[in-house]
């Protein structure tokens, strides 16, 4: 497999939200483009999965889907993406996201991004994936989970370090910023 220095999205397919949301989706995908790095996400025509797709290729960068077959059966798929890779199922699909992106960030979802996020969370802190993790925390819409995150440090279900898993963003541009940089914060792995 080509190594790849995407940036992976998670983010919401559901096209019945704010039009902040899907306007901060498609200047992220214009940040990303601008950034140089190739975008990886989910593949879905609708929500902010269709508009960072659109606004990637209105910067001509390069915007990848990755998508299992059933989903492509239903036509959920973006048109234009420069390239789609189906694959079997979802867990597959999230293990070959993260395998193609130097970095993760988050945007505002339901339990298919939340999911996501708390996985790659996960993998980071068992030394499964090595990137940036960035929260991108429009409207404080993160804030419950990052109280629930704190939460479970204070209560000693996650060591203090693991806080450094992830970084939070409040902006597009910081978000890009943070998920481009190459001060990746230790954490321990042990248990």
Not at 82 to 91: A, F, G, R
Not at 134 to 140: G, S
Not at 175 to 181: P, S
Request: net charge neutral; aromatic share 6%.
């Amino acid at each position: 497999m080509k190594y790849r220095q995407a940036i992976c999205v998670y983010c919401a397919s559901s096209s019945q939200i704010d039009q902040s949301y899907i306007n901060a989706a498609f200047h992220l995908g214009q940040a990303i483009a601008d950034s140089g790095h190739e975008m990886v996400c989910g593949a879905g025509h609708s929500g902010l999965m269709g508009a960072i797709i659109n606004g990637v290729l209105n910067k001509n960068g390069v915007a990848i889907g990755v998508i299992p077959q059933f989903m492509v059966d239903n036509k959920w798929h973006h048109p234009h993406l420069s390239e789609l890779i189906i694959t079997p199922d979802m867990h597959s699909r999230k293990e070959k996201m993260a395998q193609m992106s130097k970095a993760s960030i988050a945007m505002p979802g339901g339990c298919g991004t939340l999911e996501e996020l708390l996985e790659i969370i996960t993998w980071r802190q068992l030394g499964l994936y090595n990137g940036n993790i960035v929260i991108l925390n429009l409207n404080n819409y993160f804030d419950p989970l990052l109280k629930m995150l704190d939460k479970a440090i204070d209560n000693g279900f996650m060591k203090a370090d693991h806080k450094n898993i992830w970084q939070v963003a409040t902006s597009v541009k910081q978000a890009v910023e943070l998920a481009i940089e190459n001060d990746i914060k230790p954490i321990s792995c042990k248990y």
